[in-house]
């Protein structure tokens, strides 16, 4: 990490505005007012700690959730400078609490990387708090200032007494304004997702984090990663079957920049296995870095399996997809102004890095396959077998395209369609089991609703490669049905129905065959999902009568609501044992039809990383763990997770 040696007292800070702007329009400083808003002014605290270990002056930081609502970050590093700068006539702390912008960062020499997306200064966290305090413990003294309702100077900065021997450090503590969050709980899930990965991303950082508020009973956690990214796909890789046990890694720094690569390969066939960094921001959406790297992985694997003669002269070279089935890597840079582009500011745009991944990977890659020829010969023969299968699937969907000209319609048999004509009003339901089929073919509306039963478990897409999927009977009948291809070929307007329904049992096993299929929407029919045309059915829990006439429940929560309105109610409800146990008109009215039914939406809130190892980390990705979102609903039941 780069270090600077040289002493930046306040005179090294450069200053931009007042605080005004942030309460007036805080979306512009931190996202939103929302949760993630919130988590923001944790990660701006955090950051400036994190950026203090980077430049190497700080080991440790602890975050601590307090009993009164307040959030506490401490680092030992240098601590903010308490002398007066002359042009501003102010002390290093009040520029960096009370000034936009205000910090070493933006004054050229103070740090050389900082976190852009997050680097917007304390201040701004001081402007969004209804009380803060900051301590600092430098030149052997504690000092210790004090703000209230948006960044006010309620104390100004004192010396309170010795600090602790030989410690240095910087103290935040802030109370978040509940005039402007719509919530000022934080969660400790959250923050600690991300303080793992920032230990990951920081090597040897000491990141603690302890929750004392009330009920919220949890035992302190300590992060440090002596291997940082190496650990990082390790732990990625944990809950999977590695092609090797080693992990590789390179690093390479020149003008300023700096590039560090650690992978591994697993034996499964998803390719989606790159994470990628900028200064610590993950850039979920790609960008330069990850483009050298993927450039320089194709050429170099392309080259070692000529050389040891993997490949044959008439071979075609291996493609980039083939080779990154499997693959776990961590791509960590870290740059001066780096660009975060693209809707959600996720994708790193400068040019410069790309060249130097590039470079770092054709040598250092180029020559850890040298050094490894037992694991290079396991990657090459791998990614063989991936353009074989990628071959394969191409002549099986050739196959399914014919079949589909050939047989007419080509509609599968056990299709029982509706006869609309208008696509918009056109509802297919997907039904596990043939007698559940059985009833939602009587049930349904003819014109506007078609039933496809499918039977047993299809196929893991997440594991299964295309090709073996294709074979799949079932797979195959759904794809025939919507109609509109699969994988790279998927068309979403030559789809034949507006709405896809998912209709499973309750049970563990609908629940499966539920996470089956949105795999398989997410993986293979991505646009339908991210247009919002799947939807999950809810059939009803529970049924019980009130005065004969049947009432249907469709989960515990709603049992419970009927209880406290209904005191008097026998207890005992009958509990629907599964789609199979409803009559034709039951399926009707409960599940499905419109105005009567409850359908629920699935929405992709991120179509990137839907990898649920590694979104269990990271902080704003987390909602991509739960890659399927459902509107109206926290039931995430169906998620399987
Ligand atoms: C400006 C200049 C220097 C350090 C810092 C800011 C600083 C800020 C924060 C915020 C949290 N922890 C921090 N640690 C340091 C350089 C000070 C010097 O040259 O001694």
Not at 518 to 545: A, D, K, N, W
Request: glycine content about 10%; overall charge neutral; some cysteine.
């Amino acid at each position: 990490m780069a270090q600077s040696n040289g002493s930046y007292g306040a005179n090294s800070m450069q200053v931009l505005e007042g605080l005004d702007p942030v309460r007036k329009r805080p979306g512009m400083y931190i996202g939103s007012t929302g949760a993630s808003g919130l988590h923001h002014c944790v990660w701006e605290v955090v950051d400036n700690s994190v950026d203090e270990a980077m430049a190497g002056h700080a080991t440790r930081i602890d975050i601590t959730l307090l009993a009164d609502g307040g959030c506490r970050v401490t680092d030992d590093g240098r601590g903010i400078p308490t002398d007066v700068n002359k042009q501003q006539k102010m002390t290093g702390v009040e520029i960096a609490l009370t000034k936009l912008h205000g910090g070493g960062k933006f004054g050229g020499e103070g740090y050389k990387v900082s976190g852009g997306l997050h680097g917007v200064g304390v201040s701004v966290v001081n402007a969004l708090s209804r009380k803060l305090v900051v301590e600092v413990d430098r030149d052997g003294k504690h000092h210790v200032m004090e703000f209230a309702d948006g960044g006010k100077v309620t104390s100004k900065l004192k010396v309170t007494g010795d600090a602790p021997r030989g410690r240095t450090g910087t103290t935040v503590t802030f109370w978040p304004d509940g005039s402007i969050f719509e919530t000022t709980e934080f969660s400790a899930r959250t923050i600690l997702e991300r303080l793992q990965m920032m230990a990951f991303l920081n090597k040897g950082l000491e990141i603690r984090f302890k929750d004392e508020r009330p009920d919220h009973k949890a035992e302190p956690v300590t992060y440090r990663y002596a291997g940082g990214i190496v650990d990082f796909v390790k732990h990625l890789n944990t809950s999977k079957e590695s092609l090797f046990s080693k992990v590789g890694s390179y690093e390479l720094a020149e003008d300023d920049q700096e590039v560090e690569v650690a992978f591994q390969w697993n034996t499964g066939y998803n390719a989606d296995g790159i994470h990628s960094f900028a200064n610590g921001i993950n850039t979920t959406e790609g960008g330069t870095h990850e483009e050298g790297f993927k450039a320089a992985l194709t050429t170099v694997v392309n080259k070692h399996a000529r050389a040891k003669n993997l490949l044959k002269e008439k071979d075609p070279n291996l493609q980039g997809e083939d080779i990154r089935e499997g693959i776990t890597a961590i791509i960590s840079v870290r740059l001066r102004d780096p660009q975060f582009e693209g809707q959600t500011k996720a994708k790193l745009g400068n040019t410069s890095i790309k060249t130097l991944v590039q470079k770092a990977t054709n040598d250092k890659l180029g020559e850890w396959f040298e050094q490894n020829p037992t694991e290079a010969n396991k990657i090459v023969k791998k990614a063989i077998a991936g353009a074989q299968a990628r071959m394969a699937a191409k002549k099986a969907r050739d196959v399914i395209r014919s079949k589909t000209l050939l047989d007419g319609a080509g509609m599968p048999d056990k299709l029982k369609d509706c006869s609309s004509k208008n696509r918009d009003e056109r509802e297919l339901f997907i039904v596990e089991g043939d007698s559940a089929g059985g009833s939602a073919v009587t049930a349904r509306d003819p014109l506007r609703q078609a039933i496809l039963p499918i039977r047993g478990k299809i196929l893991n897409v997440e594991r299964a490669r295309l090709d073996k999927m294709l074979k799949n009977l079932e797979v195959q009948a759904l794809i025939s049905a919507i109609g509109a291809g699969v994988g790279e070929e998927f068309d979403l307007e030559k789809r034949r129905y507006d709405k896809v329904c998912i209709l499973a049992d309750a049970d563990v096993d609908g629940l499966h065959i539920r996470t089956l299929l949105l795999t398989f929407f997410f993986r293979q029919m991505r646009p339908l999902v991210e247009h919002g045309h799947v939807y999950i059915c809810q059939p009803p829990l529970y049924s019980t009568e009130v005065a004969k006439a049947k009432v249907y429940l469709k989960d515990d929560h709603a049992k419970d609501l009927f209880l406290r309105d209904n005191p008097n109610h026998k207890k005992d409800f009958g509990r629907l044992k599964g789609l199979g146990e409803m009559d034709a008109e039951e399926l009707r009215i409960t599940t499905m039809e419109d105005g009567l039914r409850t359908l629920l939406q699935v929405t992709v809130e991120q179509a990137a990383l839907a990898d649920e190892v590694v979104s269990t980390l990271m902080g704003d990705v987390v909602e991509v763990r739960k890659a399927f979102i459902v509107n109206n609903a926290k039931d995430t039941r169906f998620l399987d997770i």
